[in-house]
T-cell receptor, first 113, second 115 residues
Framework: KNQVEQSPQSLIILEGKNCTLQ??????????LRWYKQDTGRGPVSLTIMTFSENTKSNGRYTATLDADTKQSSLHITASQLSDSASYICVVLLTSGTYKYIFGTGTRLKVLA | KAGVTQTPRYLIKTRGQQVTLSCSPISGHRSVSWYQQTPGQGLQFLFEYFSETQRNKGNFPGRFSGRQFSNSRSEMNVSTLELGDSALYLC??????????????FGEGSWLTVV
């Protein structure tokens, strides 16, 4: 079954600290993997997109990695800020037959002052 | 340029009623997709339209329908509303659609509450 699982479900860290969010997927075949940030009550905003041949992609303090062999991705946030408090969603594009996005249920991050 | 615009932002409906949500994509984008987001299920794909044609459909009952107009604007309709339809409905647009690898841009969503 094509699934995307994220861990942890929720995370609380202090401002200035680093953190890493995990995404494991069983989607196959897949074309690309994306990370989105969703503030409460708002629509998701794209952070990174990686094809299966890419290992890492950065966007400011956000760095995503992808290991297509182990089917794992991570999103590393450096020097966290209060504005990083949000849900982070991992999305994999399934390319078997019709294209379809498979969404993870997200990691809810809370950054405390 | 303007982002994806969804209307209305909030609405309350009664069980059994129907509702129509609207989405205006980013100018030049021809693909519009719709998603339902609930706390328990996360984001779930409803359907995708490209050049007025439904190109892809998720696993939702026939009460959920949509359409796209020649200017790429899209509407989705939910008939015979159920309490479980309460959710945030998100619209997203992209240049060429899901399979192209283009970034998809989400609107702010329409919060639907069914009472």
């Amino acid at each position: 079954k094509n699934q995307v699982e994220q861990s942890p479900q929720s995370l609380i860290i202090l401002e200035g600290k680093n953190c890493t969010l995990q995404c494991n997927y069983t989607v196959s075949p897949f074309s690309n993997l994306r990370w989105y940030k969703q503030d409460t009550g708002r629509g998701p905003v794209s952070l990174t997109i990686m094809t299966f041949s890419e290992n890492t992609k950065s966007n400011g303090r956000y760095t995503a990695t992808l290991d297509a062999d182990t089917k794992q991705s991570s999103l590393h946030i450096t020097a966290s800020q209060l504005s990083d408090s949000a849900s982070y969603i991992c999305v994999v594009l399934l390319t078997s037959g019709t294209y379809k996005y498979i969404f993870g249920t997200g990691t809810r991050l809370k950054v405390l002052a | 340029k303007a982002g994806v615009t969804q209307t209305p932002r909030y609405l309350i409906k009664t069980r059994g009623q129907q509702v129509t949500l609207s989405c205006s994509p980013i100018s030049g984008h021809r693909s519009v997709s719709w998603y339902q987001q609930t706390p328990g299920q996360g984001l779930q794909f409803l359907f995708e339209y490209f050049s007025e044609t439904q190109r892809n459909k998720g696993n939702f009952p026939g009460r959920f329908s949509g359409r796209q107009f020649s200017n790429s604007r899209s509407e989705m309709n939910v008939s015979t509303l159920e309490l479980g339809d309460s959710a945030l409905y998100l619209c997203a647009s992209s240049l060429s659609g899901t399979g192209s690898g283009n970034t998809i841009y989400f609107g702010e969503g329409s919060w639907l509450t069914v009472v």
